[in-house]
């Protein structure tokens, strides 16, 4: 099982910050947002990981890299605590970093990592936001007993549904999903966020899918249609919170919660 972190996009919700620190790199109490991310992917067993990023994210890769010069300067100053803490990033996982070269959103930053997934199942992951701690584990238990895709699901008031990609289910699988679907059209209030396991042909299909004329973007339908018909898709419902950080007020609600969220594998 591999993990796929999208963190290419502008960050235009939180200018003029994001015009030059990524806002994967924005702090969450004592770390950055996409710390906690990788953390957490590596104690639920994923330590192979793909970051999508773009040209203007050099900061993420140095930030899981390695600073001599700085590790020596912490070591001759006996400043241990911090010495650690800027070693950590480099211990969590071995990632690996591809470039997408245009913003054409979610589908598009995801076949970028196709590649570097080969023949494994993957995880996919918003690098924007924060999760319940625990997410990742129960969502690979799952998958672990089921030996199925997995889509995470959650509620949502019906008048909010045209803003999401909406499930249908049935027999606790997964039968269709809909696209920003108008209200008395939609199959159910159930809308999908990550993360969700896909195997590997669904990124073959995404490859074939074209692009919509106006928005660019590659609607995942028909990808995610060949997958229900050929393999099943578990609904993974929860209430669990996520914190959406690319705006600023989900940004101070995180902050403000930082304390549980750090606690909550202790």
């Given at each position: 099982m591999k993990a796929i972190i999208l963190a290419a996009w502008y960050g235009t919700r939180m200018l003029p910050f994001t015009k030059t620190i990524p806002k994967e790199m924005l702090p969450v109490g004592t770390k950055p947002v996409i710390h906690y991310i990788v953390e957490w992917l590596s104690k639920a067993g994923i330590t192979d990981i793909i970051m999508v990023v773009s040209q203007a994210k050099q900061s993420l890769e140095d930030y899981f890299d390695k600073n001599y010069e700085l590790e020596q300067i912490l070591e001759k100053k006996w400043k241990l605590t911090q010495l650690e803490a800027i070693r950590e990033p480099q211990?969590?996982?071995?990632?690996?970093?591809?470039?997408?070269?245009?913003?054409?959103?979610?589908?598009?930053?995801?076949?970028?990592?196709?590649?570097?997934?080969?023949?494994?199942?993957?995880?996919?992951?918003?690098?924007?936001?924060?999760?319940?701690?625990?997410?990742?584990?129960?969502?690979?238990?799952?998958?672990?007993?089921?030996?199925?895709?997995?889509m995470a699901l959650t509620e949502v008031p019906y008048e909010d549904v045209s803003k999401y990609g909406v499930a249908q289910i049935q027999d606790w699988r997964i039968t269709d999903y809909i696209e920003k679907p108008k209200p008395e059209e939609a199959p159910s209030n159930l809308i999908s966020y990550s993360p969700y396991i896909v195997p590997p042909r669904f990124f073959e299909d995404v490859a074939t899918t074209q692009a919509d004329a106006q928005s660019w973007e590659i609607y995942p339908r028909p990808a995610l249609k060949n997958v229900m018909v050929n393999d099943n898709v578990y609904p993974f419902i929860s209430d669990l919170p996520i914190r959406d950080t690319w705006n600023i007020d989900s940004r101070m609600q995180a902050n403000a919660a930082y304390k549980d969220i750090e606690a909550s594998f202790l």
């Open positions: 211990r969590l996982a071995n990632i690996t970093f591809v470039r997408q070269f245009e913003q054409k959103w979610t589908w598009h930053a995801i076949l970028q990592a196709a590649p570097r997934v080969g023949n494994d199942d993957a995880m996919v992951v918003y690098g924007d936001s924060i999760y319940h701690p625990w997410i990742f584990s129960w969502i690979m238990d799952v998958y672990n007993q089921k030996k199925w895709s997995v």
